[in-house]
């Protein structure tokens, strides 16, 4: 926990609720970004329509963070389950679904994301084994696709922050410019990387993602040496607004069990 | 009841398994519902060379790839989600003695909606331009992985997945008759999809119910008896994962698994201790503490159980429902 | 409840429907689960040249055709069963009035899953090779009906079907909370896929239940809230059809009707009596017949709504969850 | 009713009854072809296993013939109620379904059904009216595409019955021959047309019909007189076994409004 009262992480958290709408259908992934998104639900947007990638409706979990997006907690108070062809299919990858909140265990300054491996250097034509097997696309790959936007939650890290993921798991915007376009994709791509250090938002025009915002916590110096491109910054890139004590207070009900608060 | 499909889950393994099969099963998150059971029995009779399909990874993978009882997979997430990385499957995969192919969540579903229609492809519109498309773990097979199409209508190019038809699917799910219809609560995933898809069906059922419970709730039966070669009863046959209404996550034991399946020692150890440490379902239930079945029956969800409850047959009844016995 | 969406049929009809939309209903098949009462609001309210997907025809398109709303039709089957043709659509049909283009039950199916997906085109396995493919009621707006698309792992041509995304879906359920989560009893054709299919959904149910019945069955809920736009009560609303747990098939009326619809004199009589001879839910019922509605209501299928039935809420009692009357 | 005690109608049934084969996969229609399928079960095949075109499975029909394949005479007993898509698609376009029956308002010598409309003439290049609709292909399709086998059952009479039909609704062998392969379909096509005359099945190289048998009470020249092309007969051709009692009481105890006995 920091010197302000709220962690790095929790942070974050806000940050990506704050990208939440009311009344906007949403889907969250498990984990942190649930938490975000449940936060958003608790604090500014009562009416947001939430699902997970299985196809559970109307829930709001009960007794902290659930294990899984398919976790009794989960199903405790839920008005409807149908399945991963509805929720990523019907209502995602269709363009329904008006955002979704994604991790990333690298992401490039196209805002393309890998969670599949790490590889020593480049993979090269043939498939070779990863160093470091990750977990794979879920469904974030059909929410990068389909949801009319996408926001990206993600340690600030070095190695996390890449010229080129190693291996292109979720699209955000290829190789920049309109080349996102040539697919036909329903959903736009990534309107934010929301990091632990600050907020990245794609140039409109090269969709590249330059530095849009830092915390009160970090600074434009510190965001620049922790991104593995060189990153430009907007001329309106500021200082984000601290989190309020009813951001806090509704973050910690949602996040019972204390994820967030343990600085990482 | 003459159309009883009940047998014991070794029997069905006997009868429903043999090596270098394709095996689909959970088609559910790393910690809902799968026929985890099925998978340690798969072990216990020493299958091998399997060509696993799982819409997403689950301790069954873990367990089965760290066994060294698979030789391929395909699925769309091969974590644990809070657990972490399947350490079993993980290690199985960079140490390059499983070939795993990777796709999304939903083009997995997709692919068994297309195996249930018997279609030769299925469009995707998610998937292309990224690596799920331009890289294939199988690539030495010669076949595409996602190759493109081009829509008639607009002459726009998206791309099609291939099929999915896996040769025996473990479905678990909440509640069975002994015919073989089968009710699933929480959600389905991709079971209904999977158990049309499926060439064989068996069913590994958390309770076995009267009939009368399928016919008071036939919209609920999403498994109908009609494509099901056989029913399994076992109770807590996803634990550690949990079954809504029936049972929370062991988050102790989804730890201590996890952690066993991440060297060879602890991979030896687990299956000796949670693989063939019971005999029959008593031993299974005592393995499991029954102190830990308990507590983990205290679900928060266990409402979703009452309307059913009147219809459950009692396990000292089961006997005489048997298949096999005949 | 903040998220009630409960309107009057009139209501829902003003807000969700204009002239030449497309408008999708039913689903079902024609004796079976259809928003009748909804086309004959749209009749009442004089909508016109609307271009109507159903998925199987029903008395609701009967009358509309008969009526001379509906310009255009998409469906895959235009009888009534064993009532014989429907001959509202029938004459409409054989005079040029109205363009049907056929497709197969199947292929209306897969076409509101391919909008649900929002796929741009659907896989053809059937209607190819028949005159399903090959003529078109709509080939003067040049737009192919089922063209070829070739697979591209095996190198074989089949078809390829246009998905469809309706501007408005009535979609008659079971029953449904003031929020817009509904459950259907008995078969659901297509509603499923309808229902992601359209732009926009209205529920028309036959009762409303609290919405602690839909989480004490959530598996039942297979139409969620979030994609509901409104919500309309409307008991007997598939009369003369049947709402299977809810009232049966009234043989007599659906003879009668289909005998009206037959000639314009008998239409435009029953349009008088029958679409435009009530103020009310209470006129209608009165029009049906209070002893009718009594003896249809003694379905055999009764027992498929008991378990719902402590949550439905009194007729006297929804005036307050009226969401207009704010 | 004939002097034989039985109807055209009921002969027809039974004869299409003996086609469905115990523990078989099996779709019915509405109406007369569901009548032969439950007669089937009733008598033979207990363990057919029965479902209609909208997912209604495990019924029994209760009070007589049901109106429609969605009705409640069919609903009371279901043990399985899904939809369209599962049982057209999933288990009958897919190939898994053994046989069907469907029926038809004309037949050509391959085999192929309109059910769709009646047109003075050819059709024509263009979409005219027709004279007469009919009520359209519903699943008859695709039965006709995916079981494994089809029996159309269809009153015999010369109009019924033509070189080709005018409007293609449902393939049989299309053209005959191979024709029918090109198209991939997972089923066999039609193994036989049951009629109020007889039976006529495909020659296995032409897979053009030809007259297979006659029922007591008709004869092969009567089939020929009725039948719009030059209809050839197998060597062996030869009367149908008359119902038996047993048959005829299985029958009656599922036609219970006496549908098929009233003759036409």
Not at chain 1, 139 to 150: F, H, Q, S, V, Y
Request: hydrophobic content about 40%; aromatic content about 8%; some cysteine.
């Amino acid at each position: 926990m920091s010197a302000a009262g709220y962690s790095r992480q929790e942070m974050m958290a806000i940050a990506t609720g704050r990208e939440i709408k009311d009344g906007e259908l949403a889907i969250f992934g498990v984990g942190l970004s649930m938490l975000a998104g449940y936060f958003a639900k608790e604090h500014h947007a009562p009416n947001v329509r939430a699902m997970t990638e299985g196809g559970v409706f109307g829930a709001t979990p009960v007794g902290g963070l659930p294990w899984g997006i398919e976790c009794n907690r989960i199903s405790a108070n839920a008005t409807s389950f149908t399945n991963a062809l509805d929720a990523l299919g019907f209502l995602v990858a269709s363009g329904r679904c008006d955002v979704g909140i994604i991790g990333a265990a690298q992401v490039d300054r196209f805002g393309n994301v890998n969670t599949t491996g790490i590889w020593e250097g480049e993979i090269g034509a043939d498939y070779r084994p990863p160093k470091t097997r990750l977990p794979g696309a879920g469904g974030a790959n059909d929410i990068a696709c389909g949801a009319k936007r996408t926001v990206i939650m993600v340690t600030h890290e070095p190695k996390r922050f890449a010229e080129r993921v190693t291996y292109l798991t979720s699209p955000g915007y290829l190789d920049g410019g309109d080349s996102r376009d040539r697919f036909g994709f329903q959903g736009g791509g990534p309107s934010a990387i929301v990091t632990t250090l600050g907020i990245l938002r794609p140039h409109p025009d090269t969709r590249e993602f330059w530095l849009d915002s830092w915390y009160p916590f970090s600074s434009a110096d510190e965001i620049r040496a922790n991104t593995g491109w060189d990153l430009k910054a907007f001329d309106h890139a500021r200082e984000v607004t601290e989190p309020s004590l009813a951001e806090l207070a509704a973050l910690r009900r949602v996040d019972q069990t204390g994820a967030l608060r343990k600085e990482k | 009841m003459g159309m009883g499909k009940l047998i014991s889950l070794a029997e069905a393994v006997r009868r429903f398994s043999w090596d270098g099969m394709q095996y689909a099963s959970g088609a559910a998150l790393p910690v809902g519902s799968d026929a985890v059971v099925f998978g340690r029995e798969l072990v216990r009779q020493g299958r091998r060379d399997l060509h696993a399909v799982f819409h997403a990874s689950s301790q069954q993978l873990n367990l089965l790839a760290a066994a060294g009882a698979v030789a391929k997979v395909e699925c769309g997430f091969s974590g644990l989600e809070v657990f972490g990385f399947a350490n079993g499957l993980r290690r199985a995969v960079e140490t390059g003695r499983l070939l795993l192919e990777d796709y999304s969540n939903l083009a997995m579903a997709l692919r068994f909606l297309g195996g249930a229609l018997n279609w030769p492809f299925v469009p995707a519109t998610t998937n292309i331009g990224s690596d799920l498309q331009y890289r294939s773990a199988f690539s030495g097979e010669g076949r595409p992985k996602i190759p493109p199409v081009r829509d008639p209508f607009s002459g726009r190019e998206i791309g099609a997945f291939s099929p999915l038809r896996p040769d025996v699917a473990a479905i678990h799910v909440t509640l069975a008759d002994v015919a073989g219809n089968a009710i699933m609560l929480g959600t389905e995933w991709s079971r209904f999809e999977l158990s049309r898809a499926a060439k064989r069906v068996v069913v590994i059922a958390d309770a076995i119910v009267d009939q009368d419970c399928m016919r008071q709730f036939p919209n609920l039966v999403r498994i109908p008896d009609i494509i099901v070669e056989a029913v399994v009863h076992w109770p807590f046959a996803a634990w550690p994962q949990a079954s809504p209404g029936m049972y929370d996550v062991d988050e102790e034991h989804m730890v201590l698994m996890n952690k066993a399946l991440a060297t060879d020692e602890g991979t030896a150890s687990y299956l000796q201790t949670y693989v063939r440490g019971y005999q029959d379902l008593d031993g299974y239930l005592d393995m499991i503490g029954r102190n830990r079945v308990e507590v983990l029956s205290r679900s928060e969800t266990s409402f979703l159980v009452d309307p059913f409850r009147r219809w459950i047959v009692p396990p000292e009844h089961l006997a005489g429902l048997r298949g096999e016995a005949a």
